[in-house]
């Protein structure tokens, strides 16, 4: 059966699911810490100089990649070479993975919605979270047991999701993004000026804007901007590619790459000022520096946040509702970004139906992530996980993808260059081929090289070994195992018919 490829309904469309998986938790709560921690004001530099030099160009070729093949990655990268289908399919592996836990952590933040009201972790949120709520043991054993204050909003959130894709392209992901995208910037305002004007915030914005020059003669810095560029714009790890792949023949790649960036960039600035400010008032209230309080990631969202909420008096139950309604906002439209691309890989491979590959593939990991991450092992298993599959998962796929393109199919570059020119306003050439074959690549093969490094030499966190090995590098060998298998197993129900050379782009067809 021959499906026609879906389309976005107009190029804003596009835009604004880019927009919607590249604006995530990542530019809420990892940016500001990363950013403090990396010389404050004077990390925009760095953090600048990585967009523009690997961010920018790498989304640039996985959007061309998207639009040439017009397949997600397994199907895209065999039309460049058969034997890199695997490598789409780690990438898929990759995807699956990270939706498992990210359901999870936008289960809590939506959970937290609730419990703001009323502040419901009394004056004391540590204990609420790790012991009340989550009822971790720290990893010293694995529990089984389902608790259903996590199992139910596990369960909406993926039947959210699932039903966003279930809909389609059009119908779902892009009227979703169209709606979630506007609301997510009406609700951070609000909360970015709510605490901007709290007392103390002067404090923590000169905490977060005082340059250190001095910072950016370390390497460390420059690794952490570009650590975080591929990340925040969700590139190298399939998304864009397969969210291109339904680009009209005629866009204007480039030019909607430069907004996409832009517009992550602008929210990861504002996130910081939103963030800061209210680390500010934190201190403030505490008579503290701001420096003891600064925290990032799950420690921030659900351990500070709620005790700087609890700070606020009564007042605080609306900002605590802001703070976590954006969480899930922005989450929610990157989960459904994650997901799109095993679901279309998987349509693109067996020829099946959209419904079917969300109910048999979205559903299959809707099972799996509510079963694991309704346990007590939820906040080791999403910690453990998501260093593993960030740090390797991610960055070794999108080394490789690159190295695929710059360096053992150097010809093709050549060919990408002339295809994106011929539909975009901003023209790619040498620069952009040198950067993506040594910037780029060397940034993430040095990165890769001080993970690996760091996780052999003295392991992770400070969890039994048994339990990393597991989770940690389990959940990277599943990848590879389910790559090859994937590959090899998956039936095809139509030979792929190889892209012609040049899209047929002069004949103005758009859909
Ligand atoms: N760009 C996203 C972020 O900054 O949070 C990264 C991401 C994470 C995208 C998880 C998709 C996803 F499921």
């Not at 952590?105 to 989550?134: C, H, I, R, T």
């Not at 990861?268 to 925290?295: N, R, T």
């Not at 910690?383 to 991610?394: L, M, S, Y």
Request: glycine fraction near 10%; hydrophobic fraction near 50%; charged fraction near 10%.
């Amino acid at each position: 059966m021959s499906q026609v490829r879906e389309n976005w309904s107009a190029r804003s469309g596009f835009i604004f699911a880019a927009v919607g998986s590249a604006v995530g938790l990542g530019n809420i709560w990892r940016f500001p810490y990363v950013a403090y921690e990396n010389g404050g004001g004077a990390f925009l530099l760095p953090y600048l100089i990585a967009l523009l030099t690997a961010g920018l160009p790498l989304l640039f070729l996985d959007y061309i990649v998207g639009h040439r093949y017009r397949r997600s990655p397994p199907l895209a990268y065999q039309q460049i070479t058969p034997k890199a289908e695997t490598l789409g399919w780690w990438q898929v592996m990759v995807c699956l993975f990270i939706g498992m836990y990210y359901a999870s952590v936008l289960a809590w933040a939506a959970s937290y919605v609730y419990f703001s009201f009323g502040q419901k972790w009394q004056g004391n949120p540590e204990q609420f979270f790790m012991q009340d709520y989550l009822q971790s043991n720290g990893g010293s054993s694995l529990s089984f047991e389902i608790i259903p204050h996590l199992f139910f909003p596990i369960l909406g959130m993926w039947v959210l999701v699932l039903l966003i894709l279930y809909l389609g392209v059009k119908r779902g992901v892009e009227l979703s993004n169209k709606i979630f995208i506007p609301l997510l910037i009406v609700l951070f305002m609000i909360l970015v000026v709510q605490a901007v004007r709290l007392p103390g915030a002067v404090q923590g914005l000169n905490a977060f804007f005082t340059p250190n020059w001095q910072a950016m003669t370390d390497y460390k810095v420059w690794l952490a901007a570009y650590g975080h560029i591929f990340f925040s714009l969700s590139v190298g790890f399939g998304i864009m590619v397969t969210y291109a792949s339904y680009l009209g023949k005629k866009s204007n790649l480039t030019g909607a790459g430069l907004v996409v960036g832009l517009a992550n960039s602008s929210f990861e600035i504002l996130a910081g000022i939103g963030v800061f400010s209210a680390l500010g008032f934190m201190a403030h209230a505490q008579g503290v520096p701001v420096k003891e309080v600064v925290s990032g990631g799950i420690g921030l969202a659900f351990i500070a946040f709620p005790q700087l909420i609890s700070s606020l008096g009564s007042s605080g139950d609306w900002f605590g509702f802001l703070f976590f309604s954006c969480l899930v906002v922005a989450g929610v439209t990157s989960l459904v970004s994650v997901m799109q691309v095993p679901i279309s890989a998987f349509q693109d491979k067996t020829g099946c139906s959209r419904q079917k590959a969300v109910l048999g593939i979205g559903g299959g990991t809707a099972l799996l992530s509510i079963l694991l991450f309704s346990t007590a092992n939820a906040i080791t298993l999403v910690d453990i996980i998501d260093h593993f599959i960030n740090n390797i998962g991610i960055v070794l796929g999108a080394l490789l993808s690159i190295t695929l393109v710059t360096w053992l199919m150097r010809s093709k570059l050549d060919d990408y260059t002339r295809h994106s020119n011929q539909i975009s306003s901003i023209k790619l050439g040498k620069v952009w081929q040198l950067l993506l074959t040594i910037v780029t690549p060397l940034s993430l093969l040095i990165t890769l090289g001080l993970t690996l490094n760091g996780l052999l030499g003295s392991g992770y966190g400070n969890y039994p070994g048994w339990l990393v090995m597991i989770f940690g590098w389990g959940s990277v060998l599943c990848c590879l195992i389910g790559a090859f298998l994937l590959k090899h197993l998956l039936p095809v129900q139509k030979p792929v018919q190889p892209a012609q050379d040049e899209p047929q782009i002069q004949t103005g067809e758009q859909p």
